[in-house]
């Protein structure tokens, strides 16, 4: 147990659908971020919020739409998505965002299908 | 921007060493971190390095020349549960982001 969960473990959605990932940490941490791992690729970072602000948005397309209510829950709003999308999507958190030096601690991901 | 390389597959036996490589072109650095990474779970974090040198810790070290742009991971006295992949990653900024390599699986053989 990490301390970052995320909902649901599993997704499959058709095109046209929308719908919101969750996560959330009990760690006291001041950082969140996004990260989408497909196969054989690597983990690529696609947002990063510190105290509740964006501070990175990684090139990403706007049919991916985060929200940081509050400094422990994150959510990826989905819509319009494309088959290549599919992916497994990690949430991470770490201590303190500024100085770079600490460890993040991952979700176990939601394995997202596109059909 | 950041290439970071590192070795697809490794295979070794229970009981063995193996060393991990990795190497990096930025055009900033501050930290190079390992993640271990079993199918199907979350990466966990192993060991972080801003300084040259060795850092060790238990059966798990990992190595770091800024000079060289390179990084090795060490893993002694290997387990069945080893069995993983290794990512390194690379912070440039003040801001956490990590760049990550593609990975590398060790597969461990009894």
């Known amino acids: 147990e990490t301390g970052v969960t995320q909902t649901p473990r599993h997704l499959v959605m058709g095109m046209t659908n929308k719908k919101s990932l969750k996560c959330e940490q009990h760690?006291?941490?001041?950082?969140m971020y996004w990260y989408k791992q497909s196969a054989k690729k690597p983990l690529e970072l696609m947002f990063v919020?510190?105290?509740?602000?964006?501070?990175e948005n990684n090139s990403v397309p706007s049919r991916f739409s985060p929200e940081c209510p509050n400094s422990s829950h994150l959510f990826l709003h989905l819509h319009t998505l494309q088959p290549e999308d599919s992916a497994l999507y990690l949430c991470?958190?770490?201590?303190?965002?500024?100085?770079?030096?600490?460890?993040?601690?991952f979700g176990p991901g939601t394995r997202l299908t596109v059909l | 921007g950041q290439n970071i390389d590192q070795p697809t597959e490794m295979t070794a036996t229970e009981g063995a060493i193996v060393q991990i490589n990795c190497t990096y072109q930025?055009?900033?650095?501050?930290?190079l971190f390992w993640y271990q990474q079993h199918a199907g779970e979350a990466p966990t974090f192993l060991s972080y390095?801003?300084?040259?040198g060795l850092e060790e810790k238990g059966r798990f070290s990992s190595f770091l020349s800024r000079s060289k742009g390179y990084s090795y991971l060490l893993l002694k006295e290997l387990q069945m549960k080893d069995s993983a992949s290794y990512l390194c990653?690379?912070?440039?900024?003040?801001?956490?982001?990590?760049?990550f390599g593609a990975g590398t699986q060790v597969v461990v053989t009894p």
């Open positions: 991470a958190s770490s201590q303190e965002v500024q100085r770079g030096g600490h460890e993040q601690f």
């Open positions: 760690l006291g941490h001041n950082a």
């Open positions: 919020y510190s105290l509740e602000e964006r501070v």
């Open positions: 930025t055009s900033g650095f501050n930290g």
């Open positions: 390095n801003v300084l040259d």
């Open positions: 990653a690379l912070t440039t900024d003040s801001w956490g982001k990590l760049q």
